[in-house]
């Protein structure tokens, strides 16, 4: 176990690596397009720079431990201009958390496998839906605020 370990923490921060570096790299360009410009608009960006500035160590730690943000906040991290070193080290430490963590569960739940991809399976129509449901909305009231804005801005 303590090979797969080394090599799922090497590829882990390797992994992390590739996102800070696309931050850092083409992060501004990203935020000219849509969609990334619908959530990163300009006044944002300013605002999460700022608070990489403050609080950007504890963010990347604990950052690594959200499924479905760690990738954004790896590449917010480039794009905020953390330093690599930095970087590395406070993913480094919460990758030495979430590693062994992720490799004892699955050692223990192994035994149980087909009843849990059962048990996820399920969850995971009901999760789909359900963010179907969040996107559909957002999009819906984004839709409804731009063209109240449009409305408001019209002279008459």
Known sequence: MLVTAVICYTSILLGDL???????????????HIPFRWFLPESRIHRVERWFQRFGNWTVFFGRMV?????????IAGMARMPVSR???????????TVPLWLVLGYVLGTHFDQIVQWMSRISTTTWILVGAVVLLLLLWKLAHRKHKAHEEMPE
């Open 87 to 97: 970087f590395i080290l406070f993913d480094s430490i919460g990758a030495l958390v």
């Open 18 to 32: 590739v996102a800070w570096n696309l931050g850092r790299r083409y992060g501004r360009l990203l935020t000219r």
């Open 67 to 75: 499924a479905g943000v760690r990738f954004v906040t790896f590449v």
